[in-house]
């Protein structure tokens, strides 16, 4: 099953898992923002720095780690093609301008990743799903949505079960070239989907036998409340996004070599 | 009055090529606990779908005859409204529950209903305790066993608090004791509540006790329909197929043989013990 293990989702609680799942988005929108309105590497770094708490409180350091190391290839490349159009532009040199400027761009990227994957570490499916029901979003949408997350743990484990049977009856799925490892997959693949199909038959007739679209005014066992923690982080988020905007207008960033410079 | 009475039903699947149910009349009684049964492919899941409005609105097909339940006629009240009064709960526990959490799922019928919160509450809440799943409300359903997963499913049915519950072979997906555990369920739901049962199963050396009325069929057909015990004592009942709880087995085989153990046809082994019992010490 290792190969499915990621796909699971798990119910934790830490103060950052409780926020409110749109507070937490209007969040990432807003380091988003940041990230774009600076090209200087100092600012990034502190964007980059900041989010670090969140991580440890949510107590999710592995998983982010994973999802950044995830992020090093797209990081490389961003890194050598800024690098590279530098290089040429400032006509065949290196200067260490152009090495801050490409880090910076690197950097920005990370940040974004970054947000990113502390809103999706620290949400729950059904969480999000609340949020979106809760945002006035077709029910249709959100029900597709957390039904989906909730058969990602069932349909793997059945396409485990067809590729043992498949496996059982000679099956080769290793070995050959791409395009026939590709092809492999087929007698897998094939009865995955009739099985799905007919899932799904079966979860419309038991949908429409609890009475689905009864009522245009659907109801809600839970609804999501603002506590004291969705209140500080949006102090948080705005004084972020107002120091960011602050910056940008009135200060002239220093880059890090005029920085070091002055300081020696 | 009977709270489901079919006249004459036959019914044809889009595409078959001869009726799944033809000329099915029956009558369950409010408060009745119905078994169906009878051997695979005889028409038993396509009556169940005639009970609450699958057939003829979802599946379409040609429907002949009348099906009227909780008063209401069938063939002219949306799914939605005959949810309200016949749940039924089907084989595979898993293609029942969409939610990530039980407690979702035993609300969503409520929540299509569009019940109040703190009703809606209320009535989750005492579904879960009944059905004896109130401590996994917040677990996801892939960590259930089959035989939780079945009982969040009669609970979020019984959320709905519909006057008919049918159920359609539950334990199918189950081991023994997940299967006799659902049975002692229904049968407590049944007995406390009040709630006519209807239960399409093959076990009957489980759930043959419980029960107040047996429907047998064949071929589409309802060839024995009646008195439990007179039922399965019959000759056609085990010419059919039809899994003869072993206790009665053993009391026919015995009067064949001359022993006899008394008036009352037993149906489980505990009466079949108290018979015996009764019969060494005379």
Redesign the interface.
Known sequence: MSVFEGLR?R?VYSPIHNLDPRIKFVYVCAIFVAAIIFWELLPLITLFLIQIPFVLLAGVKREWLRSMRGAVFLAAIIFLTNFIFSFIGAGYIVTAKSVENAVAMTLRFIVLVESFSIFFLTT???HL?LALEQTHIPYEFC?AF??A??FV??LAEEAQTIMDAQKARGLELEGGNFLKRIRNYIPILIPLIVGSIR?SL??????????????K???????LKMHRGDFILIAITVGILATAIYTRLFFAIPSLNELLGSLF | MAIIETKNLTYTYPGGAKPSVRDVSVKIEKGEFVLVTGPSGCGKTTLCRCF?G?IP??YQGELKGEVTAAGLKVAEQP???L??HV??V?Q?P????????V??DV???????????EE??KR?DWALKLTGIYDLR?R???ELSGGQQQRAAIA??LA?QPEVIVLDEPTSFLDPLGAKKIFEVIYELNRKLGITTVLVEHRLDLTAKYVDHIIIMEDGKVVLDGEPREILSSKEARLIGVGIPKATRLYQILQKDRVKLGNAVPLSSDEMSALLRGVLKA
Request: hydrophobic share 40%.
């Open positions: 989702f119910r729950s499916p059904d799903g029900f957390t039904t997350v909730r743990p069932v899932r079966e979860l419309a007739e038991a949908m429409e036998s609890r009475a689905w679209g009864a009522t005014n659907r109801t809600n066992l839970y609804v | 609450n699958l609105h979802f799914i939605c409204e949810a309200k749940g039924l089907f595979n898993e293609n029942q529950l969409f939610a990530l959490s407690e979702k609300a969503f019928g409520l929540e299509n209903l569009g019940v109040p919160r809606m509450r989750v917040e996801a359903p892939h979020s049915v709905m």
